[in-house]
């Protein structure tokens, strides 16, 4: 059975880089059509696609946090990461990692997810 | 501002049926991208209910359903139940912004 989990600094100060780990068991991320995704959701609110990236390095990123974002996938192909520089409170969320799938780009869900990891952006 | 537009919350007494609406736009649900939905029980993370407009995982009761028309989408719980006090949350794409977006998210309360 395919699990996730985020790992990950719990506190980052503002203007800093955040950096967090998804690690992939029970499966590859380099096996199937699949696309592996970050998502986030502030303390009380809703859920915000960061972006996905392919087994390849092929990503895509949400146009809102573009200029800030880094996925990347390690060559051991067991884990994937993010990187969002320049944080402030407003990037303080439960971060979550997802196998993103599905057939065509436009059409792809997310599942399963990870348990989540909540950073607080704080100095 | 999220894009795909749900109730804030919805009510039922146990055993009755409630529907989650999933309001969008030309640029996402009505362009033909498909519409999947999350349950997101108290402090877990979300849980795929429904993918491709209408279908269920396996081990997801068929007492959820999801429809699509247009620019909005639907979830239908019938027989509700205790267990199904969560959030709900609906996702898309959405060609203008180039990205994958989520509702507003809907809170089911079992009266």
């Known amino acids: 059975q395919l699990q996730l989990q985020e790992s990950g600094p719990g506190l980052v100060k503002p203007s800093e880089t955040l950096s967090l780990t998804c690690t992939v068991s029970?499966?590859?991320?380099?096996?199937?059509?699949?696309?592996w995704a970050w998502i986030r959701q502030p303390p009380g609110k809703g859920l915000e696609w960061i972006g996905s990236i392919y087994y390849t390095g092929s990503t895509s990123y949400n146009p809102s946090l573009k200029s800030r974002v880094t996925i990347s996938v390690d060559a051991s192909k067991t884990h994937f990461s993010l990187e969002l520089t320049s944080v402030t409170a407003a990037d303080t969320a439960l971060y979550y990692c997802?196998?993103?799938?599905?057939?065509?780009?436009?059409?792809?869900?997310?599942?399963?997810w990870g348990q989540g990891t909540l950073v607080t952006v704080s100095s | 501002q999220s894009v795909l537009t749900q109730p804030p919350s919805v009510s039922g007494a146990p055993g009755q049926r409630v529907t989650i609406s999933c309001t969008g736009s030309?640029?996402?649900?009505?362009?033909?991208?498909?519409v999947h939905w999350y349950q997101q029980l108290p402090g877990t993370a979300p849980k795929l209910l429904i993918y491709g407009n209408s279908n269920r995982p396996s081990g997801v009761p068929d007492r959820f359903s999801g429809s699509k028309s247009g620019t909005s989408a639907s979830l239908a719980i019938t027989g509700l139940q205790a267990e199904d006090e969560a959030d709900y949350y609906c996702?898309?794409?959405?060609?203008?912004?180039?990205?994958?977006?989520f509702g507003t998210g809907t809170k089911v309360t079992v009266v």
């Open positions: 997802a196998r993103h799938e599905g057939a065509a780009a436009g059409r792809r869900w997310f599942d399963p």
């Open positions: 996702h898309s794409y959405d060609s203008s912004l180039s990205s994958y977006v």
């Open positions: 030309s640029s996402n649900i009505g362009a033909g991208y498909d």
């Open positions: 029970g499966g590859s991320i380099s096996s199937g059509s699949y696309y």
